[in-house]
């Protein structure tokens, strides 16, 4: 019975896993009790490492409130990678210039490699966008938005900048 498991659309892994705790030669008994042990053994991690990751809280690297807001709302994998942008924007980044248009304020941003980019901000919304175009790219906030956000003391990134995964 236990060839019954290799299907094509089961992965490799699962039919070395099970095939691991069956033999050719088994009883539909033992293989059903060989098939239970190995789920059970499968929710029991997965359940152990959901339980881990919630009640997780990373290294923060700045003491800024949005590094603490970006840890509660995002996956830990999607919050290392804008902890990097975050840190970047305080330790590489900085304003050159502003320039006042009508409702909205243009910024200039010196990055890495004295490139330079435009963070236009709105701070009513606050809405923010960049010509790097980070966030209409990957649905990730850039460092240069992050820096006009830390110095108009931004602590929660609003919901349009949250995208679903």
Do not use: W
Not at 14 to 37: A, H, W
Not at 116 to 127: A, E, L, S
Not at 130 to 156: D, K, P, S, T
């Amino acid at each position: 019975m236990s060839g019954l498991l290799r299907t094509t659309s089961r992965s490799e892994e699962e039919n070395g896993v099970y095939g691991k705790f069956t033999r050719p030669n088994s009883s539909l008994v033992e293989f059903y009790m060989q098939f239970e042990s190995v789920l059970a053994t499968q929710r029991y991690r997965q359940s152990k490492l959901n339980a881990a990751c919630e009640g997780y809280l990373p290294e923060f690297k700045t003491p800024f409130a949005l590094e603490r807001h970006i840890a509660e709302v995002f996956t830990i994998t999607i919050f290392y990678k804008l902890q990097t942008e975050l840190e970047a924007a305080c330790f590489y980044c900085c304003v050159v210039g502003i320039h006042q248009e009508g409702e909205s304020t243009n910024y200039t941003i010196k990055g890495e490699y004295n490139s330079n980019f435009i963070v236009q901000f709105n701070p009513r919304g606050p809405d923010a966008s960049c010509n790097y175009n980070m966030f209409q790219r990957i649905g990730m906030v850039c460092r240069h938005m992050f820096l006009v956000f830390r110095g108009a003391q931004i602590e929660q990134l609003l919901s349009k900048y949250v995208t679903r995964r």
